[in-house]
């Protein structure tokens, strides 16, 4: 069974920083392109940003030079550093294997940005 939990989301200030983590179990990580997409009340899920297998990643133009996104595959784990948080970067974040048609999701980890 695949499951993806995330974690390390929580309430920061404007300008502050947190690290978002994604642990991956029930299927075989490395070969998969992986992702964090998030979700605003009221709002369509969006690509954050995606690293594909071989490393190569793509951050989407609204947190570009913010956020970083990295993987580590001995772990099977995402991780996504945001930094310089603002209160628009509030939403559900969620991990995922495969993109956006994939049926691997995570349940989503809060980040509420205070201004």
């Known amino acids: 069974q695949v499951q993806l939990v995330e974690s390390g989301g929580g309430l920061v200030q404007s300008g502050g920083s947190l690290r978002l983590s994604c642990a991956a179990s029930g299927i075989r990580f490395s070969i998969y392109a992986v992702g964090w997409y998030r979700q605003a009340p009221g709002k369509q899920r969006e690509l954050v940003a995606a690293i594909t297998r071989g490393g190569s990643t793509n951050i989407a133009d609204s947190v570009k030079g913010r956020f970083t996104i990295s993987r580590e595959n001995s772990k099977n784990s995402l991780y996504l550093q945001m930094n310089s948080l603002k209160p628009e970067d509030t939403a559900v974040y969620y991990c995922?294997?495969?993109?956006?048609?994939?049926?691997?999701w995570g349940q989503g980890t809060q980040v509420t940005v205070s201004s």
């Open positions: 995922n294997l495969g993109g956006w048609s994939s049926d691997y």
